[in-house]
């Protein structure tokens, strides 16, 4: 892929901390995306959480924080009414969450949630969805997380016929729907169905695989190198094959850490970032293109407007 051709996009601070260094409004992360929009960016992306114990949360997934995190409790604002009220404040920019957490929402209700938006953005979401990953926010909040990648493998099959117009009842251990159907539905569409996956375990790439139309692996908090990705995307691949899959169907992406400053990365100490001049890190995005990656989205430093303007730059470079 011509590194022109590959969509750029920007996570939005949301997070407790996140607004370089400090815990935006909901105002200040609306600005934020409209911003994104402003500067000529592809896409804003939302991530999907409620409430978090990092130093543990993240051990649990395979990254391991510094030790005077432990016990630091963070958290941010929610994804879908975020998303809707930015729906209504942009009007070009794709709209992407990566990921809605199945275990928080009922199905059903999610694909009427996620349909309110396509509506509301004239068919500008992604809809990326995945099976949680935080075990805190479950327990604190009174969610079940036990057979997650169960909970998300009926999700699918609740969610995807609801958002294209079906009319259907489903019975599986662990939801079920009875004659549904989304009343009224958006006309604008059906959204892409985004997956994020990283650690490529089996069936959640077999999922992948059979339902995704689009895949990302947020490595930002990891090392960023393409062998990351590409070390991601060959489980997925394999997966693709062995369910009769043609790989070169599913869009694939990445979600990577950016550094735009002379000192360190300070969001989360564990990432090696792109950095250097802008056509350095412009040479970073072109790695990607290169081995196929068509929608990259970005944690800048520093995470505010300054930040955007520098991601620009870089795109701009990229298609000159």
């Not at 094959?241 to 400053?261: M, Q, W």
Request: some cysteine; aromatic content about 10%; hydrophobic content about 40%.
């Amino acid at each position: 892929m011509h590194p022109s051709n590959m969509k750029i996009g920007a996570l939005t601070p949301t997070w407790t901390g996140s607004l370089a260094g400090q815990t935006p409004t909901i105002q200040q992360s609306l600005a934020f995306a409209r911003h994104a929009e402003a500067v000529g960016l592809d896409s804003i992306w939302l991530t999907d959480h409620l409430y978090w114990e990092a130093y543990a949360d993240f051990r649990a997934v395979g990254i391991e924080l510094p030790a005077e995190w432990e016990g630091v409790k963070g958290g941010q604002w929610e994804c879908w009414t975020f998303a809707a009220a930015l729906a209504t404040q942009t009007s070009t920019i794709q709209i992407g969450t990566l990921v809605s957490n199945t275990t928080f929402r009922n199905p059903a209700l999610l694909a009427r949630t996620a349909d309110n938006v396509i509506a509301l953005s004239n068919g500008r979401l992604i809809l990326g969805l995945g099976a949680g990953d935080f075990t805190s926010e479950h327990l604190a909040y009174g969610f079940d997380f036990e057979r997650n990648v169960s909970r998300f493998e009926e999700a699918l099959h609740i969610v995807l016929p609801l958002l294209k117009g079906e009319r259907f009842s489903y019975t599986g251990e662990l939801h079920r729907v009875e004659d549904a159907e989304l009343l009224p539905r958006s006309e604008a569409g059906v959204p892409p169905i985004l997956i994020g996956t990283l650690k490529g375990k089996p069936r959640m790439s077999r999922l992948t695989a059979q339902y995704a139309d689009m895949w990302n692996c947020m490595i930002a908090f990891n090392d960023c190198a393409i062998e990351t990705f590409l070390g991601a995307w060959e489980p997925i691949r394999v997966a693709c094959e062995r369910h009769g899959r043609d790989p070169k169907t599913l869009s694939r992406g990445a979600t990577v850490a950016v550094n735009f400053t002379d000192g360190p990365y300070e969001i989360i100490p564990t990432s090696v970032p792109f950095s250097g001049s802008i056509e350095q890190i412009a040479d970073r995005f072109a790695e990607y293109a290169a081995h196929e990656a068509e929608h990259v989205s970005v944690i800048p430093h520093p995470w505010n407007e300054e930040g955007l303007d520098k991601l620009a730059e870089v795109v701009a470079y990229l298609r000159k």
